[in-house]
């Protein structure tokens, strides 16, 4: 039996968050070329070292005068001079203006000696060489002078000042090259497990690959929070390589990310590195998702583990390791964007710690906010997109009640609810039917689940195939059909024609599960199929495999293909679209059910303008009839 260490005291969300406070990140200030300086945060103050403008200047089209000559000018009684020169933009003025004289001037140029005004062009009028001046000004009007914008050794920008494309434009007139700013904290990120795979390289599922989410997902996250990533190579589940792989990394970065490795059990190496090798300064912290979290120094670095799972891992960077590197790089806390709402459906918890609840938001059809949980478990990284915020459920709440009212903390300012929520079947010709709708959200989680929501009130939209029905009045905005059988290798080489060659022979079946629609119209096939004093049920249970069940359309057809099993329920667009042969059983329809409470939504007409496009959709979807 393996040995398992028991997690140590949990940190509260608070003492977590001053521990890694206490960590020293900061890097040296850098000096980089203005072009370069975009979002980097001053590192010390910039006084101008020249006058803004460094000369006076027109500030509009016209005539340079003086301003006495003018005096008394109007309209009817105009003040006559004569044009002496012109004096254009980024020259040196060769001419004078006496008393009695003008020059024409352009904006910017700079005024020639003896004048102290500028008449627009506007109020002039030539005569015969001579400009008439209709209006009198005083000196200085239309006039930049010399450092009116700022002044050398004036304080033209302080330290800790962000530089967006305003304060570059002044550093420019400055004549600025470079800048001295705030170093941005190196942030090394290591992905730990042997079942690591980065994308684009082979995987291998009957070894248990994964794809590798974490270090591009931190990465991306680190850069976001003011800090520069380096990926390393992955670390095997092996202390020796751990260690190795931590010291290059503390060799090079202020800060150190590992992710996963940090539950405490025996094949769990990376905190028994740190501890042994370096100094532990937490272990665990009490909120969920991300309770197995590592905070020490390793060498010369800081050091924060973050769980293995990825919205775990992200929810912990979020809300403990971005705001310090925020610190470090001088970047000032983004406004959290919050809303408040109310629960569309009770949400029970009762764990004993601080729950950072992933929830998505939806409009109902008033325009009020609802708030749904959104939680397939900390690995469904589907999760990552399908949230919009979180709510932050106290150690002490057993469950947040339908209609409480909640504060949800976006994930950033800009997010937006759903323009349209669709909840139910998983089908090809919807999901291509919902491109043409701005910012739709659909939830392929079955026909039951999306009749199971819509008694919630929840959906603005379900899609349903198969033989149920709601229980609720809905509006259908679109219907067509599809063909479903079975799914079996090239060349049928088992012979298979229909569901009875499947009763207690040797092939391996998979199904779709029982919130699939597609599932439903099966055992409604099998119900025909049964005999006198026979049920489907019990024909269901000489099926091998009839228990094992997958989520989506097309995987029973890609098993299938992988040769994981003989035979799989599927569509026949997806046995064609993966070259496979097809078995037909029946056909089943497909229908876009709205809610009657959201039809007016913008949204929901939106959708169902381009369900318009259904007979184009369908006619490249073999098997599919609108």
């Known amino acids: 039996m393996t040995d398992r260490k028991e997690f140590r005291d949990l940190a509260s969300p608070e003492d977590a968050h001053e521990t890694v406070a206490s960590l020293d990140i900061d890097p040296d200030p850098e000096t980089v070329p203005l072009r370069e300086a975009r979002g980097r945060v001053l590192a010390e103050r910039v006084d101008a070292g020249i006058d803004v403008p460094g000369f006076d200047r027109a500030s509009m089209d016209g005539y340079a005068v003086r301003a006495a000559d003018t005096f008394g000018a109007d309209e009817t009684d105009p003040v006559v001079l004569p044009k002496t020169g012109v004096v254009h933009a980024g020259e040196e003025p060769d001419v004078e203006v006496g008393e009695g004289e003008c020059v024409e001037i352009s904006t910017g140029a700079v005024m020639p000696a003896g004048a102290d005004a500028v008449v627009p062009v506007e109020r002039t009028t030539e005569r015969n060489g001579e400009i008439a001046f209709e209006t009198a000004v005083a000196p200085g009007d239309s006039v930049m002078a010399a450092g009116a914008d700022v002044a050398a050794g004036e304080r033209a920008l302080g330290p800790g000042t962000e530089l967006t494309p305003r304060e570059i434009g002044l550093l420019s007139a400055l004549g600025v090259e470079s800048v001295p700013v705030r170093g941005k904290p190196t942030v090394g990120v290591i992905s730990t497990g042997d079942e690591l795979v980065r994308p684009g390289e082979p995987l291998e599922h009957r070894a248990g690959e994964i794809y590798d989410v974490n270090s591009y997902t931190v990465a991306a ?85 973050l769980p293995g799972y990825p919205v775990s891992a992200l929810t912990i960077f979020r809300t403990f390791v971005a705001p310090a590197i925020r610190d470090a790089a001088g970047k000032p806390e983004p406004e959290r964007a919050t809303v408040e709402g109310r629960m569309a459906v009770q949400e029970r918890y009762g764990q ?35 949230a919009d915020g979180v709510v932050e459920v106290d150690a002490d709440t057993d469950y947040l009640a339908a209609g409480e009212s909640v504060a949800v903390e976006l994930f950033s300012p800009d997010v937006r609810p759903p323009s349209v929520l669709c909840i139910g ?107 006198e004093g026979e049920t489907g049920r019990e024909l269901a249970g000489r099926i091998a495999g009839y228990e094992r069940t997958v989520r989506a ?59 318009d496009g259904v007979e184009s959709v369908v006619a490249d979807l073999p098997g599919y009839e609108a």
């Open 221 to 305: 996250a680190i850069e976001e929070a003011g800090g520069e990533a380096v990926l390393y190579p992955h670390a095997g589940d092996d202390y020796a390589e751990m260690e190795r792989q931590l010291r290059t990394a503390a060799d090079e970065c202020d800060l150190v990310l590992t992710s996963g490795s940090t539950s405490a059990s025996a094949v769990d190496v990376v905190y028994r590195v740190i501890e042994e090798r370096g100094e532990l300064l937490l272990h665990g912290v009490a909120v969920k998702p991300g309770k197995p979290m590592l905070v020490g120094r390793f060498e010369d670095a800081a050091y924060v583990g």
């Open 352 to 386: 004993g710690r601080t729950r950072l609840m992933p929830v998505g938001l939806l409009e109902d059809g008033a325009g009020d906010t609802l708030v749904y949980p959104v939680d397939k478990g900390s690995g469904a990284t589907t999760s990552l997109v399908e």
């Open 425 to 531: 079947e998983d089908d090809p010709a919807f999901a291509r039917l919902l491109d043409g709708v701005r910012n739709p959200r659909y939830l392929a989680e079955g026909t039951r689940s999306g009749f199971r929501r819509l008694r919630d009130d929840l959906p603005d939209v379900v899609v349903a195939s198969g033989p149920l029905e709601p229980e609720e009045e809905t509006e259908t905005l679109a219907s067509w059909t599809r063909e479903w059988g079975l799914v079996v290798p090239e060349g049928n080489p088992q012979n298979v024609d229909g569901l009875v060659d499947l009763l207690d022979a040797d092939l391996d079946f998979l199904n779709r599960t029982t919130a699939s629609g597609l599932r439903v119209s099966l055992d409604a096939a099998l119900d025909d199929l049964a005999g």
């Open 553 to 611: 359309h097309e995987s029973p057809a890609r098993k299938v293909a992988a040769g994981d099993v003989d035979v799989g329920l599927g569509l026949r667009a997806s046995a064609a679209k993966l070259g496979l042969d097809f078995v037909p059983v029946g056909a089943e329809s497909v229908r876009v059910l709205a809610n009657p409470g959201r039809i007016e939504k913008a949204g929901v007409r939106e959708l169902e303008r381009a369900l």
